[in-house]
């Protein structure tokens, strides 16, 4: 008697249906795996963070009434923690291939076997549209956006800018405008397990717009401009998550034609 090949396949890499206990054990190892790639790429940019806060520094200075003016700090400590950040924000770039191919090998016995050849696919489309998503914020959005809260101000204010408060600004900006151009590749996750395909996208789509806006309006500054530059490109990405889905997703079990279900019923 032959055994099960779902048998011979079981372990943690190749059985969905492992404990729970063996799931944490699992996520643990991963997440040490990605806090160590993190950690390592915080030693390698610490050591550039003052010429990597001054690039994240540029499309500010560029508007300031005082063409490169410089921001202020109102506690000792702060520099230090900043620049100490701006390394580790370097690092979590930096560890990005890292941390996505984590994230695949922990899902990945969700999926069947041979989505293991979309590993090199998952964390090569993950890390780069993240960095897409990032230098959009900085080359596009920050630009526009600054200017816009800028000249907002009476022209007899002068900005004050500490740099804790602008450090964390644009952390968030660049973290929101990277992660949320991952959609695509979500989308198209959820597909190839089932969860969705491209009707269910289509229907949904209102619905994808209210979502996209009203995180566009947590996410970013509160101006209509920055606001809409970080959702038309998101609304555009859904729409291209729609074709990608058509092409490489799988049907839903609830979308197979009835004619089919019965024929399978009738060879039974």
Same mark, same amino acid.
């Given at each position: 008697m032959k055994p099960d090949a779902s048998v011979a396949q079981s372990g943690p890499d190749h059985d969905p249906a492992m404990p729970l206990v063996d799931h944490l054990g699992e996520l643990r190892h991963r997440l040490m795996m990605s806090v160590g790639a993190i950690l390592a790429g915080f030693v390698i940019c610490y050591s550039y963070a003052e010429p990597l806060f001054n690039t994240l520094l540029a499309p500010l200075q560029e508007i300031l009434p005082t063409k490169g003016g410089n921001l202020i700090f109102t506690g000792? &400590?702060?520099?230090? *923690?900043? @620049? =100490?950040? &701006?390394?580790? *924000?370097?690092?979590?770039? =930096?560890?990005?291939?890292?941390?996505?191919?984590?994230?695949? *090998?922990?899902?990945?016995? /969700?999926?069947?076997?041979?989505?293991?050849? @979309?590993?090199? /696919?998952?964390? %090569? %489309?993950?890390?780069?549209?993240?960095?897409?998503?990032?230098?959009?914020?900085?080359?596009?959005?920050?630009? %526009?956006?600054?200017?816009?809260?800028?000249?907002?101000?009476?022209?007899e204010f002068l900005p004050y800018l500490t740099i804790r408060e602008y450090f964390s600004l644009t952390t968030k900006m660049l973290f929101a405008f990277g992660l949320m151009?991952? &959609?695509?590749?979500?989308?198209?996750?959820?597909?190839?397990?089932?969860?969705?395909?491209?009707?269910?996208?289509?229907?949904?789509?209102?619905? /994808?717009?209210?979502?996209? %806006?009203?995180?566009?309006?947590?996410?970013?500054?509160?101006?209509?401009?920055?606001?809409?530059? *970080? /959702?038309?490109?998101?609304?555009?990405? @859904?729409?291209?998550?729609?074709?990608?889905?058509?092409?490489?997703g799988r049907p839903r079990p609830d979308t197979v034609p009835s004619e089919d279900l019965a024929a399978g019923s009738d060879a039974r």
């Open positions: 000792l &400590t702060e520099p230090f *923690l900043v @620049y =100490l950040k &701006t390394g580790l *924000l370097g690092g979590v770039i =930096l560890a990005m291939p890292v941390i996505f191919l984590q994230i695949w *090998l922990f899902v990945r016995p /969700a999926f069947r076997g041979r989505e293991e050849k @979309y590993t090199t /696919a998952f964390v %090569f %489309f993950g890390s780069f549209l993240f960095v897409v998503g990032a230098a959009f914020g900085y080359f596009l959005v920050f630009p %526009f956006g600054f200017r816009f809260l800028i000249q907002f101000a009476d022209p151009f991952e &959609t695509p590749l979500v989308l198209v996750f959820l597909a190839r397990l089932g969860a969705i395909d491209a009707a269910w996208l289509r229907r949904n789509r209102r619905y /994808a717009i209210v979502v996209i %806006f009203v995180v566009g309006a947590i996410l970013t500054p509160p101006d209509v401009v920055t606001q809409l530059m *970080l /959702a038309a490109p998101l609304m555009l990405l @859904y729409e291209l998550s729609i074709a990608l889905v058509v092409i490489m």
